[in-house]
């Protein structure tokens, strides 16, 4: 069985600075995804990265970026200068390629402040 | 295209009702998976829809079920309900091309209160 831990329950950072959230997890498995999820506080989960576990190359999308590390079963986001929307709960997330499930972290709270 | 939608948004029900909840998935996506979540628990897998057939099943006793229609749509169902049932129903559709899932993305949920 996959685990995912998300190891800070809240973090908060100034507006225009960056944060990185950790999450390491634990598999035995070779082929699988990680995902960081943003869930504002409407609720609707929303899709912020993604990593395939056999690209060694980090994922990037625009602020947001990920320094993942196989061997160590690590995948931290980063998010470069943060704005006021970016405030809500993010969940790390694995995900076997071969199931149609995916193990969630226990989320960390971020908070941007002005 | 359009998201993944969930019907209905906000549900009250009393112990022992049973409960029907719905979830469209994004037009071309084959694949439903249906958690559970709740402050104490997180977020918990409950089962994976594909092709009409169930995939793959969480840890949930058998009260929680589910089915898939031709159209992909998914509806998952909760008899006997108990206060401890009261959670956020998220639904997540996936292209699963090849049999491999890809990218989970998420309806906006049902929240279901028991009373």
């Known amino acids: 069985a996959q685990t995912v831990t998300q190891s800070q329950p809240e973090m908060s950072v100034q507006e225009a600075e960056t944060v990185t959230l950790s999450c390491t997890y634990d598999?035995?498995?070779?082929?699988?995804?990680l995902f960081w999820y943003k869930q504002p506080p409407s609720r609707q989960m929303i899709l912020v990265i993604r990593?395939?576990?056999?690209?060694?190359q980090n994922a990037t999308e625009n602020r947001f970026s990920v320094n993942f590390q196989k061997a160590a079963k690590s995948f931290s986001l980063k998010i470069s200068d943060s704005q006021l929307g970016d405030t809500a709960m993010y969940f790390c997330?694995?995900?076997?390629?071969?199931?149609?499930?995916?193990?969630f972290g226990d989320g960390t709270t971020l908070t941007v402040k002005p | 295209k359009a998201g993944v939608t969930q019907t209905p948004r906000y549900l009250i029900k009393t112990r022992g009702q049973q409960v029907t909840l719905s979830c469209s998935p994004i037009?071309?996506?084959?694949?439903v998976s249906w958690y559970q979540q709740t402050p104490g628990q997180g977020l918990q897998f409950l089962f994976e829809?594909?092709?009409?057939?169930?995939?793959n099943k969480g840890n949930f006793p058998g009260r929680f079920s589910g089915r898939q229609f031709s159209n992909s749509r998914s509806e998952m169902n909760v008899s006997t309900l108990e206060l401890g049932d009261s959670a956020l129903y998220l639904c997540?559709?996936?292209?699963?091309?090849?049999?491999?899932?890809?990218?989970?993305?998420f309806g906006p949920g049902t929240r279901l209160t028991v009373l």
């Open positions: 990593q395939e576990a056999y690209k060694q």
């Open positions: 997540a559709s996936s292209p699963r091309s090849g049999g491999i899932t890809d990218t989970q993305y």
């Open positions: 829809y594909f092709s009409e057939t169930q995939r």
């Open positions: 997330a694995f995900h076997n390629t071969n199931a149609g499930k995916s193990t």
């Open positions: 037009s071309g996506h084959r694949s």
């Open positions: 598999t035995s498995e070779n082929n699988y995804y």
